[in-house]
């Protein structure tokens, strides 16, 4: 059935967008919102028993031993709904195998909420420009401070406190700091790394802030000391392609052409080609629809927020990447929102 009585919402970031109640935590199930016609339902208990709530939202507090189960089943019952859609893509087996013993036709849905996201208001927006404002800041904070001998954690720890001391900020995820063969890894965990910047050095730097809820993203590369000409020439390409594949975006509505014109424009210059996307989607999440993949399927809309960071990456020797996030505008005009200068930052 395609279109269920009442949908279970079980994403913490989409209980936030629709009913504008936020946990402690993400990542772990404190909260479902039930939607029924025109209600929103918040399902938590008493540790959040006086916590906020848009004014469309009403909020159930679960009594002690109560079940999740049977309250979903009391209030369906009682609005007389048969079938219920849940989000597939984020509930548990064991979640699942609950819903299934409530008497209720269960239809699983996948990204429900995803497209209506990825559609940012002007509020989303300007949460999301702040959000990269802060960004250009830190840079502008951190990189005079970067010296042979530091280690990547060292840099990764200056970002977070620039971010939270300087700016009242919050990480959108641990910054990515890695060092010449380290960089080769593009999601390279500088919580396990021990690597330590060396004179002709490249340092990536890959970070997000989060304020008003909404993320940013953003990636620079730091050329240390005696920088070989190897990696000046190579990045000269990379920022050239990067910039052309910015001004591609308004030749095309497909995200997958952008994908591909970035591959097509790496081996016109016989650099070799990235295995991650080209861009993602960012916004309650620092990744979110829509998607620039050679798989996807989005198009280009007025509203979405997304980012373009083709890469180089040379296994034990060096990796760079350059990274933006961009709005696109009303009229489907562009505009980038980080603004911190792209050339290698030379210390």
Same mark, same amino acid.
């Given at each position: 059935? $395609?279109?269920?009585?009442? #949908?279970?919402?079980? $994403?913490?970031?989409?209980?936030?967008?629709?009913? &504008?109640?936020?946990?402690?935590?993400? =990542?772990?199930?404190?909260?479902?919102?039930?939607?029924?016609?025109?209600?929103?339902?918040?399902?938590?208990?008493?540790?959040?028993? /006086?916590?906020?709530?848009?004014?469309?939202?009403?909020?159930?507090?679960?009594?002690? &031993?109560?079940?999740?189960?049977?309250?979903?089943?009391?209030?369906?019952?009682? @609005?007389?709904?048969?079938?219920?859609?849940?989000?597939? @893509?984020? %509930?548990?087996?064991?979640?699942?195998?609950?819903?299934?013993?409530? &008497?209720?036709?269960?239809?699983?849905?996948?990204?429900?909420? +995803? !497209?209506?996201?990825?559609?940012?208001?002007?509020?989303? %927006?300007?949460?999301?420009?702040?959000?990269? =404002?802060?960004?250009?800041?830190?840079?502008?904070?951190?990189?005079?401070?970067?010296?042979?001998?530091?280690?990547?954690?060292?840099?990764?720890?200056?970002?977070?406190?620039?971010?939270?001391?300087?700016?009242?900020?919050?990480?959108?995820?641990?910054?990515?700091?890695?060092?010449?063969?380290? *960089?080769?890894?593009?999601?390279?965990?500088?919580?396990?790394?021990?690597?330590?910047?060396?004179?002709?050095?490249?340092?990536?730097?890959?970070?997000?802030?989060?304020?008003?809820?909404?993320? +940013?993203?953003?990636?620079?590369?730091? /050329?240390? &000391?005696?920088?070989?000409?190897?990696?000046? $020439?190579?990045?000269?390409?990379?920022?050239?392609?990067?910039?052309?594949?910015?001004?591609?975006? $308004?030749?095309?509505?497909?995200?997958?052409?952008?994908?591909?014109?970035?591959?097509?424009?790496?081996?016109?210059?016989?650099?070799?080609?990235?295995?991650?996307?080209?861009?993602? /989607?960012?916004?309650?999440?620092?990744?979110?629809?829509?998607? %620039?993949? *050679?798989?996807? !399927?989005?198009?280009?809309?007025? /509203?979405?927020?997304?980012?373009?960071?083709?890469?180089?990456?040379?296994?034990?020797?060096?990796?760079?990447? #350059?990274?933006?996030?961009?709005?696109?505008?009303?009229?489907?005009?562009?505009?980038?929102?980080?603004?911190?200068?792209?050339?290698?930052?030379?210390?």
């Amino acid at each position: 059935m $395609n279109n269920p009585e009442a #949908i279970l919402v079980s $994403n913490a970031h989409t209980i936030f967008y629709s009913a &504008g109640f936020e946990t402690l935590s993400a =990542h772990e199930r404190e909260a479902y919102v039930l939607l029924i016609s025109k209600r929103k339902i918040i399902i938590t208990d008493a540790r959040y028993s /006086g916590a906020t709530h848009n004014s469309e939202s009403e909020l159930y507090i679960l009594k002690l &031993g109560e079940r999740v189960g049977e309250v979903i089943k009391k209030i369906c019952a009682e @609005n007389k709904v048969e079938t219920l859609g849940c989000e597939v @893509n984020d %509930l548990k087996w064991s979640e699942l195998l609950m819903l299934q013993k409530l &008497g209720l036709q269960i239809t699983p849905l996948s990204n429900i909420f +995803s !497209e209506q996201r990825s559609i940012k208001t002007e509020e989303e %927006l300007f949460a999301i420009k702040q959000a990269c =404002h802060i960004c250009d800041l830190v840079l502008k904070d951190v990189t005079p401070y970067i010296h042979p001998e530091q280690t990547e954690k060292e840099i990764s720890w200056y970002i977070e406190k620039s971010i939270r001391e300087g700016y009242k900020a919050e990480l959108a995820f641990d910054p990515i700091v890695a060092v010449d063969e380290h *960089a080769a890894t593009p999601h390279y965990n500088t919580q396990k790394g021990d690597g330590v910047i060396k004179d002709g050095s490249l340092l990536l730097i890959d970070f997000g802030v989060k304020i008003h809820n909404y993320c +940013s993203d953003i990636t620079r590369m730091v /050329g240390v &000391g005696n920088v070989s000409d190897e990696i000046k $020439n190579t990045y000269s390409k990379l920022l050239t392609i990067q910039r052309k594949t910015i001004d591609y975006i $308004n030749t095309t509505s497909s995200l997958k052409e952008i994908d591909t014109f970035c591959r097509e424009e790496l081996q016109k210059y016989k650099l070799p080609l990235y295995s991650h996307s080209t861009g993602h /989607g960012v916004g309650l999440e620092v990744h979110e629809a829509p998607r %620039l993949s *050679a798989s996807s !399927e989005d198009r280009k809309a007025a /509203g979405q927020i997304f980012t373009i960071e083709p890469g180089v990456y040379i296994p034990g020797k060096w990796g760079m990447r #350059i990274e933006d996030t961009i709005a696109i505008l009303d009229q489907e005009e562009i505009e980038v929102l980080t603004r911190f200068p792209k050339e290698l930052i030379l210390v």
